[in-house]
């Protein structure tokens, strides 16, 4: 039995029938809290303590569908491309958006590191929290970061972005789709992304947006700091 948990279908099968799980209870109740993302993942979380498999026998499987994260946010440069006139007409409220939101999320995570005093090593590794995985590990590690809390950071931010994003907008009353698209992917990256395609057709193109162009000012932004400091 050990040797099928260590197997790369074993990882595959059971991410993929978490989901599939979380999606159908989500759909079923349409309780905010019941979102797919958190229930798959306190599914996997569950087994692996039940049947004591170790997260690396997991992740031999798991790897294969992470790897996947890079092309399937790449492939969101289809829906921005639709939008293209939108962004050559709007393209400095864009910019100025993006930037407003790697500044705010930065500034949040000195803010709280000074707050709680934390050391220089957890600063660098919640840096990048509000930026896509791929770039938030690479800023960690060269910042002398730890890569595990900061895809830790990375995933809780995504989730909760996923979970609010559609009750802030109702509550701080974004008629602008926009603005809530570029909202969305500037504080919670691709899991929130995955909401705003939900939401709507600009709000998902614009979120996308937002995940690039976030991800470089935000590496840009980090390496000024760690030069000052």
Request: hydrophobic share 55%; with cysteine.
């Amino acid at each position: 039995m050990s040797a099928l948990f260590e197997t790369p279908y074993f990882g595959i099968a059971v991410t993929v029938a978490a989901y599939w799980v979380g999606v159908k209870i989500q759909k079923k109740t349409g309780l905010v809290i019941c979102n797919n993302m958190l229930i798959t993942v306190g599914l996997i979380i569950i087994l692996l303590k039940v049947f004591h498999i170790s997260y690396d026998a997991y992740y031999t499987g798991g790897s294969i569908i992470n790897m996947l994260l890079g092309p399937a946010t790449t492939c969101m440069a289809v829906s921005i491309y639709a939008k293209k006139d939108l962004l050559k007409r709007y393209w400095a409220p864009v910019l100025a958006g993006c930037l407003a939101g790697a500044v705010a999320s930065i500034a949040s995570v000195l803010v709280m590191c000074r707050l709680f005093g934390l050391d220089r090593a957890i600063l660098m590794s919640l840096l990048p929290k509000s930026v896509t995985t791929p770039i938030a590990t690479a800023v960690s590690e060269s910042h002398g970061g730890i890569v595990p809390i900061t895809v830790a950071a990375v995933i809780v931010t995504g989730m909760l972005g996923n979970i609010l994003a559609p009750i802030l907008i109702r509550v701080f009353r974004v008629k602008d789709p926009m603005a809530a698209g570029l909202g969305i992917g500037a504080c919670s990256h691709a899991m929130g992304t995955a909401k705003a395609i939900e939401i709507g057709e600009t709000e998902g193109a614009m979120s996308g947006l937002a995940i690039g162009m976030c991800g470089i000012i935000t590496a840009i932004l980090a390496l000024s700091f760690d030069f000052l400091a």
